[in-house]
């Protein structure tokens, strides 16, 4: 985190009107894609005291990408609708008509740090159970009201036809991730093997999962996204990729963004199952069959998604050639090993060979620039 201005922004300048201190204590903006984000200590008379000493305001980017599909408009608007249902989110109240502050959680990632693969602690998973269980018991008709943003057609899927709810995946990142950049990334797609007809060839034929009633899900539980606070608890943050839809997808996204070892995932996954099915049979049905299909598509995304990032990151202020490019390069290949199956690749490209992609690319378009 960094303390100081970076811009002038409302933003900020509503983080200054509701900070304990003013200028000189907001911290921000914090690191974040979606959000220009700011910390700041909480005046006495804040109606989030005393439960949180720090609070966050968040505002949208302008002209930013979502890699992902989402459903809801407004994540504080479903973190309201979430207080009292589920344990250790982080509160939010509507200050002023249309403009939010949220409690900031304080604590570090479980684990200490980014630790690719490392399992949760036993009392972090018992917790994190808790939260599977708490989120899939949440009746779907008690998110009618909060406004939905879900393509194609403006709301969530809500017959709980799993194959539907996952090729409706498929196709949003083929058609809003892959044909929206395909005039511009197109070669750099053919030169590192990831074509189009890899996100067609995971579309499913209807009836080939299993149906499981359809409830919320993070869609983005990873380490990041965990908080352990001063007492030891687990915490979940950042909701903003919410949706309704498939619970068995909630487990894919886990185990696929936490890199587990294949014992420590099939334990999860168990843990997973045995949970949910707790609280709402058939949440869990015929979960063991179906989430290698979930995981496919949780694997071509990430290499669809992080091929786009990676060029945009190497703008033309960046030197590629030094420092940027082949930190981009080793995790564009990591993603491509990951994903070999599923895109039908023989051979993964090497990181030099990555880099000699986006170098090519770079050298032809003059560098990219955030979308």
């Not at 969530?156 to 990142?173: A, K």
């Not at 380490?223 to 608890?233: E, K, S």
């Not at 949910?276 to 990430?302: I, N, T």
């Amino acid at each position: 985190m960094t303390v100081g201005a970076e811009t002038d922004s409302e933003a900020r300048r509503r983080a200054v009107m509701w900070s304990d201190g003013g200028d000189r204590v907001i911290v921000g903006p914090l690191k974040g894609y979606h959000h220009e984000t700011y910390a700041f200590p909480l005046p006495p008379e804040s109606p989030l005291r005393p439960r949180y000493a720090w609070g966050k305001l968040r505002s949208p980017r302008s002209g930013v990408l979502w890699y992902d599909r989402r459903c809801f408009a407004s994540e504080d608007r479903l973190l309201l609708m979430l207080k009292g249902r589920v344990d250790r989110v982080p509160e939010s109240v509507e200050v002023t008509p249309g403009v939010y502050l949220q409690g900031f959680v304080e604590g570090r990632p479980p684990g200490g740090g980014p630790l690719p693969g490392r399992p949760l602690s036993g009392h972090h998973e018992g917790q994190l159970a808790r939260l599977f269980q708490q989120v899939v018991a949440i009746k779907t008709d008690e998110f009618d009201d909060l406004p939905r943003t879900c393509l194609p057609d403006g709301h969530p899927v809500l017959d709980d036809d799993s194959t539907v709810f996952l090729n409706r995946l498929t196709d949003f990142t083929a058609t809003q991730v892959y044909d929206r950049h395909a005039e511009e990334y197109g070669e750099l797609f053919e030169r590192l093997g990831v074509r189009r007809r890899a996100l067609e060839a995971l579309a499913l034929p209807a009836g080939r999962l299993a149906n499981r009633p359809f409830a919320l899900v993070h869609g983005d539980l990873h380490r990041h996204n965990f908080i352990v606070d001063h007492a030891g608890d687990l915490w979940t943050i950042d909701w903003e990729l919410a949706m309704i839809g498939d619970p068995l997808y909630e487990l894919a996204t886990h185990l696929h963004l936490m890199r587990y070892s294949t014992r420590d995932a099939q334990r999860v996954g168990t843990m997973w199952a045995g949970a949910v099915e707790e609280v709402r049979p058939g949440a869990s049905r015929e979960w063991q069959r179906d989430l290698p299909y979930l995981l496919a598509y949780k694997r071509v995304q990430s290499v669809f998604t992080d091929v786009v990032r990676a060029a945009v990151g190497l703008g033309p202020r960046n030197d590629p050639h030094r420092v940027v490019l082949p930190v981009a390069a080793w995790k564009v290949r990591r993603v491509l090993e990951a994903a070999k199956g599923p895109l039908g690749l023989t051979q993964v490209p090497t990181v030099p060979q990555v880099m000699s992609a986006y170098a090519g690319w770079l050298k032809r378009s003059g560098g990219a620039t955030a979308p």
